[in-house]
């Protein structure tokens, strides 16, 4: 039985009952359109119940099941839709970009150059090549493709992105930096800031009594990577403020005096322009080999590590290497499928001898703590860390810190604390390519898959370097 098949006959509203099939069907993709999802899937419940092969009608529930992060789902759907006749190339395209999500590379290629002979001049293919080269680490054809993409849809702002990251990727910073500008503009981007008549900052020194507004824009990790740029900032405007979530606000305030700081919007001075923290590197027209450099630019509190020096102490055994290890980032970062883990992909780190963990993990993936099953001790401390400060005090008591991409890598770089950075096949741009150093942190050593989802064979190096680590 098809997973359409297995569907109980959802009951409709009178007025719709009546409708033909073709009508139905309007009705439905103006639901979808409008993200009226459940009416939507009860509709398509209703055509599928007498007509469970309809191509049109499981390609729509596939696309509601994509939207729902349901990929798996999606891409059953989607297949029985193609083999129902559902090939146009907008439904191929859907396709090839859920098989992106679910991994299957190859598969989604295929996909889109389908589309891409049927519809030649669909920006949008086009577009979902990129995103597929990209992630097989394809950067040439990847920028080809995005190219394209802009060439017959010049505003789209997705392709910009993506070949922006993608030459920034590369090392190609200045043109990089311009397309990175689109971020912004991408459909269901949350904006940078409420609407204002006033302009973006273009870099040029300010007078006396014009303020300038910096808005921390972004992630944690990037805050801390872009705020090495304050400094310069500073030095073009002589009033400064900075609107930053309430998270980072001391640690920033602390180690970038001068600025006014600010967590609400209504508390915003008046301002003559802006600028966000992940603008200011295009300003400063930064290359590779002029990445600012300032050394251990984040510094613990003397009393905060004395005080987890002591707490640590009391809960690891002694004379044991003591590396910190975090394992899942931001669930709803856009790249988390591929950069995240379960803390059970690190059981080969349980066999190390010499070594005890101190996890670092906060969020949901901190509970996967109580199913650690390893002879070398772990400890957990989520429920103790509080603040950033809290967690750059344990980073200076610690031996090593261990991560896949999150804040933690920054904070860590940023304090000039050794870490290994576990990264994806397909690493954010910052990481560049084909190098264990980092231009943006001297302290970090990265550590890269040979293939997609590669995890257990990283795994077991990194275990076996920690090894080595540990008798040093």
């Not at 097989?136 to 505003?155: H, N, T």
């Not at 006033?198 to 990790?221: E, H, M, N």
């Not at 405007?237 to 900075?242: F, L, P, T, W, Y």
């Not at 379960?342 to 059981?347: H, K, P």
Request: hydrophobic letters at 40%; glycine letters at 8%.
């Amino acid at each position: 039985m098809s997973a359409a098949q297995s569907l109980p006959v959802p009951a409709l509203p009178p007025g719709l009952v009546a409708l033909p099939l073709n009508e139905l069907l309007t009705v439905a993709r103006e639901y979808v359109d409008a993200s009226r999802f459940d009416a939507a899937d009860r509709l398509l419940g209703h055509i599928l119940a007498t007509q469970p092969r309809h191509g049109e009608t499981l390609h729509l529930k596939g696309y509601i099941a994509f939207k729902r992060n349901r990929s798996e789902e999606a891409a059953t759907l989607m297949e029985l839709a193609l083999a129902a006749g559902a090939g146009q190339p907008r439904q191929l395209c859907n396709l090839g970009e859920v098989y992106r999500l679910i991994g299957r590379l190859d598969e989604g290629l295929t996909m889109t150059r389908r589309a891409q002979a049927l519809a030649p001049t669909d920006p949008v293919a086009h577009f979902n090549e990129s995103m597929l080269r990209y992630e097989r680490m394809e950067p040439e054809e990847c920028i080809r493709a995005a190219r394209r993409a802009i060439q017959l849809k010049p505003d789209m702002p997705e392709a910009h992105m993506r070949l922006g990251q993608t030459l920034l990727l590369t090392g190609a910073f200045q043109e990089g930096w311009d397309e990175y500008e689109w971020r912004y503009q991408i459909s269901g981007a949350q904006p940078l800031m409420p609407k204002t008549d006033k302009p973006q900052w273009d870099g040029a020194p300010l007078g006396d009594g014009q303020t300038l507004l910096l808005v921390a824009d972004q992630g944690y990790g990037d805050v801390i990577m872009f705020a090495r740029y304050l400094p310069w900032a500073c030095s073009r405007a002589k009033s400064v403020a900075i609107a930053t979530s309430a998270e980072l606000r001391e640690l920033l305030e602390r180690h970038f005096p001068g600025p006014t700081y600010f967590t609400r919007w209504d508390a915003a001075p008046p301002f003559v322009a802006y600028c966000p923290f992940s603008g200011l590197s295009r300003l400063h027209g930064t290359r590779p080999d002029s990445i600012p450099q300032p050394p251990a630019y984040l510094r613990p509190l003397p009393d905060k590590v004395a005080a987890w020096r002591e707490r640590l102490d009391a809960l690891l055994p002694p004379g044991l290497k003591r590396v910190g290890i975090a394992w899942a980032g931001r669930p709803t970062h856009n790249n988390d499928r591929n950069r995240s883990i379960d803390l059970a992909t690190m059981a080969p780190f349980g066999h190390v001898p010499g070594v005890a963990y101190v996890a670092l993990q906060k969020g949901p993936a901190a509970a996967q703590v109580a199913d650690w099953r390893g002879p070398a001790p772990l400890v957990g401390l989520d429920a103790q860390i509080e603040t950033f400060d809290d967690t750059l005090a344990i980073l200076e008591c610690l031996d090593m810190l261990v991560c896949v991409d999150t804040s933690l890598g920054h904070l860590a770089g940023a304090a000039g604390r050794p870490a290994w950075v576990m990264l994806p096949y397909a690493p954010d741009w910052r990481w560049m390519m084909r190098r264990e150093d980092s231009p943006w942190y001297g302290s970090l050593r990265l550590l890269r898959q040979e293939g997609p989802k590669a995890w257990p064979a990283l795994i077991a190096r990194v275990a076996s370097e920690l090894a080595t680590f540990a008798t040093g």
